[in-house]
């Protein structure tokens, strides 16, 4: 063989080579495919997985389909292998097309394959947004109290706090009737008992 034919043999085969040594990519998965808007936010982890190679480092993108900036990665040994998974947060209603695809990432080529998956977001109702309020002010009781019943506000979000009632109620013994009522927890007389305790 010419050796002028070796030489583009050899290039030939190395201009190929990353992209048959590379990562190939397989699937990409939502955590979700239908998401509610929660203070105008969504969050969805997206999984790539695919075929891993230790030799050979490749670049990643993902687009999120919202006029966002992609994620770029590097898939390797050590940056971290297929699969991976990627947090976004979407900010507006709509159905967005999420793709993972091989592009060079600074100085590292592409890796094989691409895929794409289907996210659709919805607006938060106002019963939602009602509840997350009312839950928000719930836990903003310290420990050893809860929201009174009755106190919350939709208007304004004004609520006031009690001191929480024991989940095991007190053991009052014969003739006594354990009672929570204005704040209090206790026991009381029954019958006669509490009769004779009022004369």
């Given at each position: 063989m010419k050796r002028s034919s070796l030489f583009a043999l050899t290039a030939l085969t190395l201009a190929f080579a990353p992209a048959a040594w590379a990562n190939t990519i397989s699937s990409i998965t939502p955590s979700a495919s239908r998401v509610m808007l929660n203070n105008g936010q969504a969050m969805v982890r997206f999984t790539v997985s695919?075929?891993?190679?230790?030799?050979?480092?490749?670049?990643?993108?993902?687009?999120?389909?919202?006029?966002?900036?992609?994620?770029?990665?590097?898939?390797g040994r050590d940056e971290g292998l297929l699969p991976r998974a990627f947090d976004h947060t979407f900010s507006a209603p709509g159905q967005y097309t999420v793709t993972a695809k091989g592009q060079r990432v600074k100085q590292t080529f592409g890796c094989a394959g691409s895929a794409s998956t289907l996210v659709t977001v919805v607006a938060e109702d106002r019963q939602s947004?009602?509840?997350?309020?009312?839950?928000?002010?719930?836990?903003?009781?310290?420990?050893?109290?809860?929201?009174?019943?009755?106190?919350?506000?939709?208007?304004?979000g004004a609520f006031s706090c009690t001191p929480a009632y024991p989940a095991q109620k007190l053991d009052c013994g014969p003739g006594l009737r354990y009672f929570e009522a204005d704040n209090q927890i206790g026991c009381r007389p029954t019958g006669r008992a509490r009769a004779r305790d009022r004369d």
């Open positions: 695919g075929q891993g190679n230790e030799a050979t480092d490749c670049g990643l993108w993902i687009t999120y389909g919202d006029n966002g900036s992609p994620d770029t990665r590097i898939v947004r009602r509840e997350s309020r009312r839950e928000a002010a719930a836990e903003a009781c310290p420990d050893g109290w809860m929201m009174r019943e009755g106190s919350y506000s939709r208007q304004t």
